[in-house]
Structures are given as C-alpha cells and as structure tokens.
C-alpha cells in the first residue's frame, strides 16, 4: 500500500499525531504502524478484583492547550475527572517516617524536613545571581541554588518521581528547562514560582495546577482515538527496516515471520530512541546513558479497607534512606471516584536508582516492597490482591549530553527527511507528546 505518510509506533504520541493530521490535513492518506496487539504504548489501565490500576501515567496536570483540544474533539471531556484537593499533600521518607511536604512558609518553619540552614538557602536562593553552565544536572543546579539538603532531600526524590532518573545524571536544561527558565527570567526559582503570571488553564473551570484522569483511567484516551482512527491503523506491525526508494519510504513489518511492505512520502518516527537507532544505520552515536531507558516495577497492591492513616498523594524516598521503592502513590486519595473495592496503593521501584533490575528477580522484589510498606506505614492487614507490571524499558532518561544529542538528531532528521515525535524529544509528559504531536501536523 501506498500512503502520504507513515507514522511508526502508536503509543500517545502516534496516536495524537494522528488525530492532529487528519484534523488539519483531512486529505492525506495516513497509516500508524504499531508493534503490539494494541496501540497507547506506556498508556496501560487494568481492572482487576475491583480494583483500577495505571501501570502507566495516572493523570496529567490541566495546563496543555494542545491536549484539552483533543480531549474536546474526542468528546471526551465528560469524562474527565480532577484529582481530590487532597492529594494536594505529598511526603518524603525521612529517619524511616513520612513527613508531609511542607506547602508553604509557616509550615516550612514547622516541619521537619526544614531546619535552619535549610531556610537560610531559600533566602540566599532569592537573590542569588548565578547562571547554569551548559549541561549543568539537576543536582547540580539545586546544589548550586539551594544547597546540598535540598537537593537530596526535595529534589532527587522529585525527579526519580517524574523520570524514575538519577538527579545526578539528568541534565537540567533537557529535563526541566522551567527551572532554567524562571533562574533566567526572574533570578530566582522561588520568586518565579510564587509570583509568576498564574495563566488560566484550558481546561473550562479547572485550574492549570490540577491534575486529571479519566472515568474509566488514561486508558480512555488512546481507546478513544483507536475508535475514531481504527482505519489508519495497523497493529502487530513490528518495523523491522526502513529504506529510501526513489522519492518514497519503504517499511517493512513483520509478524510471526510475515514480511510486508508499506511505502510512504513522509515518515514520522513515534517509537523508543533505541529502536529509531536500530532501524538506521546513520543515526547520531547516543553517548553513554543518553536516552537510556532503566527498567520499572509497578506493583499494586489491593486491601480490603483502608489500612493505614496517611492522606494524600503518596511518598518519595530519598536516595540516604536506602529505602527498596522510589516511591508509593496512595490511590485511595488521588481521584477516589475511579473504581476499587477497599484500599489501594501503587510501588515503584527499578528505575536509575536500580538500573540492573532484571526480569528474574521480580518474586524477590515484590516480597521486599510489601514488607517494606507494612513497616513504613503500620500495615497489619493482609493484602488482598496483588498485580506487577514491569518495564523492561521505562522512561528515556534526558542525562547529561541529550541536548546536544537532541542537536544532532534534529540535523539528522532534517538531512535525511523524517520527522520526530516521541517522548525521547522533548518531554516525557503525555502533556509535552501530544503538543509535539500537534506541533508536527502544523508544520506539514
Ligand atoms: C510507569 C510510568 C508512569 C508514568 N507516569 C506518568 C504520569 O503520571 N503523567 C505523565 O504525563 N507521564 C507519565 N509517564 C510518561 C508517559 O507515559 C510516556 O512518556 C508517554 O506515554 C510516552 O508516549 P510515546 O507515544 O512517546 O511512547 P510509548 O508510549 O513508548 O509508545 C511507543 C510505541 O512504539 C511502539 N513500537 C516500538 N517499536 C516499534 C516498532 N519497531 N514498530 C512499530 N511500533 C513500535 C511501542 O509498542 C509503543 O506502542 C509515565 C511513564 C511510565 C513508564
């Protein structure tokens, strides 16, 4: 079959490229290529004994134009549902306890994750004229901006939340470019973050600064736009390779040892950076741990009530804590209208911080992670069901060197004539693909 264009991989990116180029280019002939026996990628919801689990993203904040619109094309936004103003408050593992996330300057005072030195750095931080070096890492910078205790004890356990990454290896202009952004423009983080212009958000009534989900989990999302654009897409077309024949693309999948071809103008590549790198030969060498993508352990576990005191989002633990999980999100909490039966939690754990994690020993992990939960929040209740998810490859990790591989790559997309979108460029977030993913249909 010949095609105008052809996108590979059909997680959220795909997907949404799909929808923003048939909504603007209504006439092109367009076919999504995707590996597995269904399209959404690390878009994963599961139902089980009662209960909704995301082994992938559990929501996204209300703050992306490009996803509200999409969500408003796909009829979905009915479906919507915000997260409980109580999973406003977060913990951090401190001395084996959690500890709320103090939220503002009198619980700063009041908390024990703050002590003097570390409210004398947030004053120094104010009015501290200092600019990044190029490929300055996360910790780097919050050591440069906040001194040494916040960095290990808010931001680390911050970033191995978002990227399951490393702050010492991730680099802050790739990763977080806003924290680059307000030091820039406001001279400080803090007062960017206090006093910046609160934009509304564009969701209708919903503030930017709260996160949504839907009815029925993310899952709704990518099932939405497999019904609408069920004709352009073709699952269980693993691309094996891709070559230029004359003026056109030439894909070959395959599938149980079938081999076809599809041919097309124009080629959008939404699959993993490594997989990109394996189907060309002339791709940039990805320097070590660039775009690295460390392994995941989601593990779920289903009480039948509540079983412990702790209200709120869920807990991070800082790397001094030794703690097994990088984090616990306490789902009772989070958007306590979605489906289950007693009590749930989701643990993470792999990630950079275990980056030799390996299939064979998930049994081991998942009886260290319960008992290590039981301890730490006072569990005496059996748990009731149990469900793991394991990432062999999670999430692209954006360390030290990727905006300048992200440089290189562009020029390379550029000379050899594809396109890009995925969320190994610019943004892990479903929010940052799907505005890629739009931005790419304009510029057709
Ligand atoms: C555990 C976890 C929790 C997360 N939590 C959040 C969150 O709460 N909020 C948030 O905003 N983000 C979150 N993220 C990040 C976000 O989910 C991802 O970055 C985003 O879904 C990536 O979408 P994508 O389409 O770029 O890539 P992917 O979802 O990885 O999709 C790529 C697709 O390419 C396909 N593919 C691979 N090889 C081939 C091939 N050879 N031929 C054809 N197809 C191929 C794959 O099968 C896959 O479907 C989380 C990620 C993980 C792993």
């Given at each position: 079959m010949h095609y105008d264009i052809a996108i590979v991989g059909g997680g959220i990116s795909g997907l949404s490229a799909l929808h923003y180029c048939r909504k603007f280019h209504p006439s092109k002939k367009i076919v999504l290529l995707e590996k597995s026996s269904q399209c959404g990628g690390n878009i994963q919801t599961t139902f089980r004994d009662g209960f909704l689990w995301e082994n992938g993203p559990r929501s996204f904040l209300a703050k992306e134009p490009a996803m509200a619109e999409l969500i408003e094309d796909l009829g979905l936004s009915s479906n919507l549902v915000e997260a409980n103003a109580k999973s406003k408050k977060r913990y951090i593992i401190k001395n084996a306890k959690l500890e709320a996330v103090p939220m503002g300057?009198?619980?700063?005072?009041?908390?024990p994750l703050s002590n003097w030195a570390v409210l004398k750095e947030l004053k120094k931080e104010w009015s501290l004229r200092s600019v990044s070096a190029k490929g300055e890492t996360v910790a780097e910078f919050a050591r440069r901006r906040w001194g040494a205790e916040i960095a290990t004890t808010f931001i680390g356990p911050m970033v191995s939340g978002v990227f399951a990454g490393d702050a010492e290896k991730l680099e802050v202009e790739a990763a977080?470019?806003?924290?680059?952004?307000l030091e820039k423009e406001k001279g400080s983080v803090l007062k960017g973050a206090l006093f910046g212009k609160k934009r509304k958000g564009p969701f209708e009534g919903v503030r930017s600064s709260r996160l949504l989900s839907f009815?029925?989990?993310?899952?709704?999302l990518p099932q939405s736009l497999i019904k609408v654009y069920g004709e352009n897409i073709?699952?269980?077309?693993?691309?094996?390779?891709?070559?230029?024949?004359?003026e056109d693309w030439v894909l070959a999948t395959e599938n149980a040892g079938v081999i076809e071809k599809v041919t097309a103008k124009s080629l959008l590549?939404?699959?993993?950076?490594?997989?990109?790198?394996?189907?060309?030969?002339d791709t940039p060498e990805l320097p070590s741990e660039v775009l690295a993508y460390?392994?995941?352990?989601?593990?779920?576990?289903?009480?039948?009530?509540?079983?412990h005191d702790y209200e709120g989002f869920g807990y991070l633990a800082p790397v001094p804590e030794g703690l097994s999980a990088l984090g616990v999100l306490l789902n009772d909490h989070i958007f306590p209208g979605l489906a289950h039966v007693g009590s749930s939690m989701t643990i993470m754990a792999g990630g950079m911080r275990f980056a030799e994690m390996s299939k064979n020993e998930i049994a081991e992990w998942v009886e260290k992670l319960i008992f290590e939960q039981k301890k730490l929040l006072g569990i005496e209740a059996d748990v009731l069901v149990k469900e793991v998810c394991f990432y062999e490859r999670s999430i692209p990790q954006y360390n030290r060197g990727t905006c300048a591989y992200w440089e290189k790559l562009q020029n390379w997309a550029q000379v050899s004539g594809v396109s890009l979108c995925g969320n190994y460029l610019?943004?892990?977030?479903?929010?940052?693909?799907?505005r890629n993913a739009k931005e790419w249909a304009l510029s057709l």
């Open positions: 300057p009198m619980q700063m005072f009041r908390s977080f470019p806003r924290l680059l952004a009815k029925n989990g993310m899952e709704e073709k699952t269980d077309k693993s691309v094996s390779s891709i070559n230029r024949e004359g590549l939404s699959c993993p950076m490594d997989v990109i790198s394996s189907l060309f030969d460390p392994p995941l352990l989601v593990l779920h576990l289903g009480f039948e009530k509540i079983v610019h943004g892990v977030g479903i929010n940052d693909c799907v």
